[in-house]
Structures are given as C-alpha cells and as structure tokens.
C-alpha cells in the first residue's frame, strides 16, 4: 500500500523527471538556434562573396566614357566567347562534387568556389541594369527572403505537401525557360517571371523547415557542418532566383 513516503519520493522523482527534461529541451533549443544560425552564416557570406565577384568583374569587363558603357577585351573574353558558358556551367559542376561525400574543408572551399563563380556568371545583371535599381531589389528580396524564412521556421504546418507542389512548378518553369529561348516572347518571358517569384517563396518556407527538422541534437561537429553547408545552398539559390526574378520585373534597364 502506498503510504506518505511512498507518495513524496513519486512527487520528487516527477518533479526530477520534469526538470531533466526541461534542461534537454532548452539543450536543444539552444543546439537548434545556433545550427540555424550557421546555415544563414553560410548564406550570408555567400551572397557577399557572389555580390563582390560580380562587382570585380563588371569592373574588369566594362569600362565606362561619356558615351556609355564599353567592354573591355576582358569583357568581350567572358560575354562573346564559349569562356561564358564554361563559367555559366562551372556552378552545376561543383554543386555536383559538393553532394560528394568529402572533407568539411574540402566542401567548405567548394560552397565558396561556387559563390564566387555564380558571381562572375551573374555579372551580366550589371550590364543589363542600373546599379541603383539592382541595390533597390536586393534590399526588396532580402525582406522577402527574410520574411518568408522566419515563417518556414516557426510555423508548426507541415508545407510537406506546398513544397511538392513548389518542385512541380519548378519544372515547369525550366520547360517554359527553355522553350522561350527560341520563341523570345516578352509576355511569356513576364509571366515566367511572376511564376518565379511565386514559386521560389514557396521553396523557402518549405526549404526553412526542411533544413530546421535536419537538426539532430546527437550530430557531430562535421554532420552538424555538412548540413549548414547544403542549407545554405539550398537558401542561397531560393534567394537568388526571387532576386532576378524581381529584377526582371522591376528593374530600370540600362539604355
């Protein structure tokens, strides 16, 4: 039979139990928060390595008079010879070699070859438009990005089922790019623009909660690194698409 002793030892065990297990989940909150942080860390630093090589090559290719901007022979090099699609094609290449299973450093060095390639592919955005507005949109994509993230982060809705309707418009989006290659429609050229910019706002939100429900307390240091790495990817190239997608659309062209 039980008797008050018997009663205050269940008492303290589950006050004991209850205190255990509050500790581990602030463990994990705190273990979570700063996994979280390494992926935007990640991402962050990307972004401004894509954002300086784009800017070291415009500053090597063009060269700017009173009559306007002019290529250099460096610039005539990456923009009018098969050297541009070598470094359009380079980025898929890596992103491949970065799905391999290969040291942290080694991987670490391939997530920052990649920026810096995307940036010299993406040097052309300069050419085609003002550098104010291509400052206005990523300020603009930045809210977005930031905004849609933190709501893939807290939200306790499964986007499970958003996010496979998201790859499906993706795929559509890379079939009707591809088509429009040859039709060279404006029109479809802005819808596809708009579709972007739904679609990838999807994938973030979707992609936020992917890589948060990666986290596994138990990870070691270098599981816990090779995951930032693949967040950051996969953040780093959402933001990127709604970026051109919005600069299609709003972005003052160069004359």
């Known amino acids: 039979m039980f008797n008050e002793g018997n009663m205050s030892d269940m008492r303290f065990n589950s006050s004991r139990l209850g205190s255990v297990a509050g500790v581990n989940a602030r463990s994990m909150d705190q273990g979570l928060r700063q996994y979280m942080l390494g992926v935007y860390n990640y991402m962050t630093l990307s972004l401004a390595i894509t954002g300086l ?3 070291a090559t415009n500053m090597v290719t063009v060269t700017q008079d009173e009559a ?3 290529l250099t022979s460096a610039g005539y090099a990456l923009y009018h010879s098969p050297l541009m699609w070598i470094v359009m094609l380079a980025p898929l290449g890596i992103l491949f070699a970065m799905n391999a299973r290969v040291s942290i450093s080694t991987l670490r060095t391939l997530f920052f070859v990649f920026s810096a390639l995307m940036g010299v592919s993406m040097s052309v955005l300069l050419l085609r438009y003002t550098g104010q507005s291509v ?6 994509t930045s809210a977005a990005f930031g905004s849609l993230s933190l709501y893939g982060y807290t939200t306790r809705k499964d986007l499970s089922a958003m996010g496979s ?5 993706l795929f559509g989006i890379i079939i009707a790019s591809l088509i429009n290659l ?5 029109q479809m050229q802005f819808m596809l623009s708009v579709l972007t910019i739904l679609v990838f706002s999807g994938l973030t939100a979707w992609d936020t909660q992917a890589i948060k429900q990666m986290y596994f307390a138990g990870d070691s240091y270098d599981d816990v690194q090779r995951k ?3 967040g950051a990817v996969q953040l ?6 709604m970026f051109q ?6 972005g003052d062209r160069r004359n």
């Open 182 to 186: 040859f039709m060279q429609s404006s």
């Open 53 to 55: 090589s784009a800017l």
């Open 68 to 70: 306007g901007l002019h």
């Open 165 to 169: 309707f998201m790859i499906m418009g």
């Open 236 to 241: 780093y190239l959402d933001f990127l698409n």
């Open 228 to 230: 930032s790495i693949h």
């Open 245 to 250: 997608a919005l600069l299609a659309l709003f």
């Open 135 to 140: 400052t206005r949109i990523f300020f603009l």
